[in-house]
T-cell receptor, first 113, second 112 residues
Framework: DGGITQSPKYLFRKEGQNVTLSCEQN?????MYWYRQDPGQGLRLIYY???????QKGDIAEGYSVSREKKESFPLTVTSAQKNPTAFYLC????????????FGPGTRLLVL | QQQVKQSPQSLIVQKGGISIINCAYE??????FPWYQQFPGKGPALLIA?????SEKKEGRFTISFNKSAKQFSLHIMDSQPGDSATYFC???????????FGAGTTVTVRA
């Protein structure tokens, strides 16, 4: 996960509250992704961004929002509309070159109080 | 609906044994198949990847076998070690957008 920073490591949300998860990269890559991980379900794509000021919905975008104002930053907001937000959230970047694939940050675990 | 089906959900292997994880896909547009290894509380790390132009790729003790006609691919962990105990995910994507579709994961436990 070198070069990809996610904060905080743990985050607690109260009912009806919006929370924002941070993802920063210093690798100068264009494409960034947000995934949600639940036990036994693998990783599911929430949103992704191929370029600054542009982003696309993934498979489970409802209840989430993102922005991409800077190349190095792709924050994810979990809104109060997301009824089951407890999960492990992973940010990834797409690295191109000899091996073109996604590399993941260390993750943020979100818990609902 | 998962586009990549992975089995088994979990497996236990003795130290020195072989771990085998299987994945199947339907989307013929997929042309890139990575495997990730994840330890508890950490993000997944790329382990090995393959494209359909080869049937097998080996890196150290890890081998991917790919069967294009059957739309199946598998990961073999040879000489399994306790440090290999982790969750393994297969994934697939097409060249156009690199949106990865993940399998549900296999938890591997290697007993000493």
């Amino acid at each position: 996960d070198g070069g990809i920073t996610q904060s905080p490591k743990y985050l607690f949300r109260k009912e009806g509250q919006n929370v924002t998860l941070s993802c920063e990269q210093n690798l100068n890559h264009d494409a960034m992704y947000w995934y949600r991980q639940d036990p036994g379900q693998g990783l599911r794509l929430i949103y992704y961004s191929q370029i600054v000021n542009d982003f696309q919905k993934g498979d489970i975008a409802e209840g989430y929002s993102v922005s991409r104002e800077k190349k190095e930053s792709f924050p994810l907001t979990v809104t109060s509309a997301q009824k089951n937000p407890t999960a492990f959230y992973l940010c990834a970047i797409r690295r191109t070159g000899s091996v073109e694939t996604q590399y993941f940050g260390p993750g943020t675990r979100l818990l609902v109080l | 609906q998962q586009q990549v089906k992975q089995s088994p959900q979990s497996l236990i292997v003795q130290k020195g044994g072989i771990s085998i994880i299987n994945c199947a896909y339907e989307n013929t547009a997929f042309d890139y198949f990575p495997w990730y290894q994840q330890f508890p509380g950490k993000g997944p790390a790329l382990l090995i990847a393959i494209r359909p132009d080869v049937s097998e790729k080996k890196e150290g003790r890890f081998t991917i076998s790919f069967n294009k006609s059957a739309k199946q691919f598998s990961l073999h962990i040879m000489d399994s070690q306790p440090g290999d105990s982790a969750t393994y995910f297969c994934a697939a994507s097409g060249s156009n957008d690199y949106k990865l579709s993940f399998g549900a994961g296999t938890t591997v436990t290697v007993r000493a």
